[in-house]
């Protein structure tokens, strides 16, 4: 169907080389957008285009999006490359855990910088590309990858993260008043558990706790994020803007 079809798309995925990026950008590949996929490190890159070229055509740039100057380079390396960008994805993330009393302050300045503070300067290097894309009938999009522990109190010691997925949450409602005259649409998702590098730790600990405490009795799968990365990227997704959609089997509005 059309309706979902993302041929002669260009999309950007941050922290694109592993985890909910890595299923984000295979999804939008597999739906016809070409991808460009971004982390700090190029041998990341290189092994993620690797995984993902037998789906279409994907490139990797690295950068550091943690600071200003970084989410301005690459802006500039792929408006080297590119005339228009359809898509970005602010998915590049980290956590931090720690008791209480013991949280330090460099938590938050790593977290926030590169969890609520790249996507704000990612959107404004990207924006002239994204609104050389934009059209009434089928808007450019910024897809914002919150957390459900920006929807409830997580039971983990991520004050940082938490609070920095809440904030990006509301920044996405925010840039989506904004941006939306443009004719872009900003939306996030908010995923549960997934495999992935950052969840690796607790899924050994409390996976079984996890899947016991979901309505669906699982975590989640690479299609599960493949396929609302394409809703909300597509044709399908082109009147929806400032939502945060939960993708976690139910955990964060059932417990």
């Known amino acids: 169907?059309?309706?979902?079809?993302?041929?002669?798309?260009?999309?950007?995925?941050?922290?694109?080389?592993?985890?909910?990026?890595?299923?984000?950008?295979r999804g939008l590949l597999q739906a016809g957008a070409s991808v460009y996929v971004s982390s700090r490190k190029a041998d990341a890159g290189e092994a993620a285009v690797a995984e993902l070229s037998g789906f279409g055509?994907?490139?990797?740039?690295?950068?550091?999006?943690?600071?200003?100057?970084?989410?301005?380079?690459?802006?500039?390396?792929v408006g080297r490359r590119e005339e228009r960008l359809h898509v970005l994805v602010n998915n590049a993330g980290a956590t931090w855990g720690a008791p209480f009393a013991e949280f330090p302050a460099a938590a938050w300045d790593k977290v926030l910088d590169l969890?609520?503070?790249?996507?704000?300067?990612?959107?404004?290097?990207?924006l002239p590309l994204l609104t050389a894309a934009a059209s009434d009938d089928d808007p450019a999009r910024v897809v914002n990858v919150g957390s459900i522990d920006g929807?409830?109190?997580?039971?983990?010691?991520?004050?940082s993260y938490s609070a920095s997925k809440a904030g990006l949450h509301h920044l996405t409602r925010v840039l989506a008043k904004e941006l939306g005259p443009r004719r872009i649409t900003v939306n996030a998702v908010a995923p549960g558990p997934f495999e992935s590098k950052m969840?690796?730790?607790t899924l050994a600990a409390h996976g079984d706790e996890i899947v016991a405490s979901s309505p669906?009795?699982?975590?989640?799968?690479p299609d599960d994020m493949a396929g609302v990365a394409v809703y909300l990227c597509s044709r399908a997704g082109a009147y929806v803007t400032g939502a945060v959609i939960p993708v976690d089997g139910g955990r964060a509005t059932t417990l």
């Open 199 to 201: 969840m690796a730790a």
């Open 1 to 25: 169907m059309d309706l979902f079809d993302l041929t002669g798309k260009v999309a950007v995925v941050t922290g694109g080389t592993r985890g909910i990026g890595l299923m984000m950008a």
């Open 151 to 159: 929807l409830h109190a997580p039971s983990l010691p991520t004050y």
């Open 57 to 77: 055509r994907v490139a990797s740039v690295p950068a550091d999006v943690s600071t200003e100057d970084g989410c301005r380079g690459l802006a500039a390396e």
């Open 216 to 221: 669906l009795g699982r975590i989640g799968r």
């Open 115 to 126: 969890n609520l503070k790249a996507p704000f300067f990612l959107t404004r290097a990207f």
